[in-house]
């Protein structure tokens, strides 16, 4: 019984020892309450609404601008029920002009000034060309601005300003906002014109002599503009399927297995199943899986060739063919149409006296030329490594497609599409010997 009681005896000091600490450290660390803490008053009522709202009547035109906007929100009712807190007013049609920054697709909004592609270009080179390349067709993952007619198709379609885009609006309004990159809103309405032209013509949608302005604004087709409908869904479709759903005897024909999963292994196995309809082979080295189908009847190994079909080889290939046949003086109409295309190639190329290397070597001379031969100038280690000449045939293949031509060489441009306009350049660049 005693050693019970030293127990608890020794219990109960070691407790009123932990009891004394706790005391003194809040005594000397805790704050004390106040004797008179602050109370919180009461809310002052609101200030009732004015009779008549200031600029009520003026305001009303304001709400059906587009991009509008309204002073000093607070004035509208809460949703506490209907208070009005009398702060602020609305907005003046001069203050909602100002802030309305839109531009319509039919030219509604536009600033004066004007533009072309001949000076566009040098303006797009000097801010854009770094990102979306000399010709508008992209560097590395930035994005084309230019080519993909005809892609939207494909499986994997390229969307440019050519081939996607319906409004030339949105060209324009973005560039006068976000470009160009980290240095955006430092365009003056001419360069943005200028700049929105080069684009166009990059695409072949307008030439290079087009002065795009407000006045000639509806003059330019986009080529996508009827590539867009309006989304009906909502009152066409949405009737169909939002209903009820079925959770059972859903579907009136019988169900039939026609088909077995078997990697899966989520089909049923049912005695008196039909045999599968195809035959699944599986082949599981190193861990992969791949499914057989039973071989499809085999297709013939030639296409039969009609003879219309012959005729009509050779004619596409005609330009390239007069091109190689040129070994006199060129055409001049055909070299006055070749200074044109040629445009698109003196962003990096320079011809005729004085000319120098720029990006690119200057081309004088450049017809019969050995490939890699201008002195002074770090071509591509591909190119250094060719043989032969720029012979008419050579020049075709490498202006159609460059990079095919040459693999690896440093000319981003994706080359010329049409057979006409090769033939075109060739002969320009045969009178520059």
């Keep these: 019984m005693s050693k019970s009681l030293n127990l608890y005896a020794g219990s109960a000091i070691g407790v009123g020892l932990?009891?004394?600490?706790?005391?003194?450290?809040?005594?000397?660390?805790?704050?004390?309450?106040?004797?008179?803490p602050p109370v919180l008053g009461a809310l002052p009522a609101p200030i009732p609404e004015p009779e008549a709202p200031v600029q009520q009547a003026a305001?009303?035109?304001?709400?059906?601008?587009?991009?509008?906007?309204?002073?000093?929100?607070a004035n509208?009712?809460?949703?506490?029920?209907?208070?009005?807190?009398?702060?602020?007013?609305?907005?003046?049609?001069?203050?909602?002009?100002?802030?309305?920054?839109n531009i319509m697709p039919d030219g509604?909004?536009?600033?004066?000034?004007?533009?072309?592609?001949?000076?566009?270009?040098?303006?797009?080179?000097?801010?854009?060309?770094?990102?979306?390349?000399?010709?508008?067709?992209?560097v590395d993952n930035w994005p084309k601005l230019a080519g993909g007619d005809g892609t939207l198709a494909n499986k994997d379609p390229l969307k440019t300003v050519g081939s996607y885009w319906p409004y030339l609006s949105t060209v324009w309004d973005y560039v006068?906002?976000?470009?160009?990159?980290?240095?955006?809103?430092?365009?003056?309405?001419?360069?943005?014109?200028?700049?929105?032209?080069?684009?166009?013509?990059?695409?072949?949608?307008?030439?290079?002599?087009?002065?795009?302005?407000?006045?000639?604004?509806n003059e330019v087709a986009m080529p996508n503009a009827e590539g867009f409908i309006v989304d009906d869904r909502?009152?066409?479709?949405?009737?169909?399927?939002?209903?009820?759903?079925?959770?059972?005897?859903?579907k009136d024909a019988p169900v039939e297995i026609t088909m077995r999963a078997t990697v899966l292994d989520v089909t049923p196995d049912q005695a008196g199943d039909e045999a599968p309809?195809?035959?699944?082979?599986?082949?599981?080295?190193?861990?992969?899986?791949?499914?057989?189908?039973?071989?499809?009847?085999?297709?013939?190994?030639?296409?039969?060739v009609t003879p219309a079909a012959a005729e009509e080889a050779p004619a596409a290939e005609a330009p390239a063919e007069e091109a190689s046949a040129e070994t006199g003086a060129p055409d001049p109409e055909l070299v006055a149409a070749?200074?044109?295309?040629?445009?698109?190639?003196?962003?990096?190329?320079?011809v005729g006296e004085g000319a120098q290397n720029k990006t690119g070597p200057q081309l004088n001379g450049v017809v019969g030329r050995d490939i890699g031969s201008v002195d002074g100038f770090k071509y591509s280690g591909s190119m250094e490594e060719m043989d032969g000449a720029w012979t008419h045939d050579a020049l075709a293949a490498f202006l159609a497609k460059p990079k095919d031509y040459v693999k690896g060489t440093k000319m981003a441009f994706a080359g010329l599409k049409k057979d006409d306009e090769i033939a075109a350049v060739i002969a320009y660049l045969q009178a520059q010997q």
């Excluded at 932990?18 to 008179?36: E, H, Q, S, W």
């Design 108 to 138: 509604t909004g536009l600033p004066d000034g004007s533009g072309n592609a001949a000076d566009g270009e040098a303006i797009f080179e000097e801010n854009c060309a770094v990102c979306h390349g000399s010709f508008a067709e992209g």
């Design 176 to 217: 006068h906002r976000s470009m160009p990159f980290g240095n955006a809103q430092t365009l003056s309405p001419d360069e943005v014109y200028a700049i929105t032209a080069y684009i166009l013509y990059s695409n072949d949608i307008i030439d290079d002599e087009f002065e795009l302005s407000r006045d000639t604004w």
């Design 18 to 36: 932990i009891l004394v600490a706790a005391y003194n450290f809040a005594d000397r660390n805790v704050t004390p309450m106040p004797k008179n």
């Design 338 to 350: 070749g200074e044109k295309v040629f445009k698109k190639c003196k962003a990096c190329h320079q």
């Design 59 to 73: 305001a009303e035109p304001a709400a059906e601008s587009d991009g509008g906007l309204l002073v000093a929100a």
């Design 277 to 304: 309809a195809a035959t699944e082979e599986m082949n599981t080295s190193n861990d992969a899986a791949t499914v057989q189908p039973e071989p499809a009847a085999e297709e013939p190994a030639a296409e039969e």
């Design 76 to 101: 509208a009712e809460s949703h506490s029920g209907g208070t009005r807190f009398g702060l602020g007013r609305e907005a003046l049609p001069e203050e909602v002009a100002a802030w309305d920054v």
């Design 234 to 250: 909502a009152e066409a479709e949405y009737t169909m399927w939002r209903t009820e759903p079925c959770m059972e005897n859903c």
